[in-house]
């Protein structure tokens, strides 16, 4: 099994930047496709990116397509979301997310981060 947690939410201005970090421990992360999910004020969760075990391919909701990055370390055992030009439309509970591909991980994932609050004001 692994767990994960999540740091770097906060409180940002519209138009400004985030970067998300999740550590893995527990398991070989590169075993591991990994994502993103994020759930808004009164709202379901909803994907947000997804990274596949090497990092060779990522995918992301149209929603953050040109806005966000995902990337991986593996020697750091870290997932990463960079978010720019953030919208208070982007505020959420951000989770990371973990699975043995990147669909199963867009689909619903097996493991959970316990989530960071992002917080984007306008």
């Known amino acids: 099994q692994v767990q994960l947690v999540e740091s770097g939410g906060g409180l940002v201005q519209a138009g400004g930047s985030l970067r998300l970090s999740c550590a893995a421990s527990?398991?070989?992360?590169?075993?591991?496709?990994m994502g993103w999910f994020r759930q808004p004020p009164g709202k379901e969760r909803e994907f947000v990116a997804a990274?596949?075990?090497?990092?060779?391919?990522?995918f992301y909701a149209d929603s953050v397509k040109g806005r966000f990055t995902i990337s991986r370390d593996n020697a750091k055992n870290t997932v990463y979301l960079q978010m720019n030009s953030l919208k208070p439309e982007d505020t959420a509970v951000y989770y990371c997310?973990?699975?043995?591909?990147?669909?199963?991980?867009?689909?619903?994932?097996?493991?959970w981060g316990q989530g960071t609050q992002v917080t984007v004001s306008s």
């Open positions: 527990g398991r070989t992360f590169s075993d591991y496709a």
């Open positions: 997310a973990a699975d043995y591909s990147a669909p199963s991980v867009a689909g619903g994932p097996g493991y």
């Open positions: 990274i596949s075990l090497s990092g060779g391919s990522t």
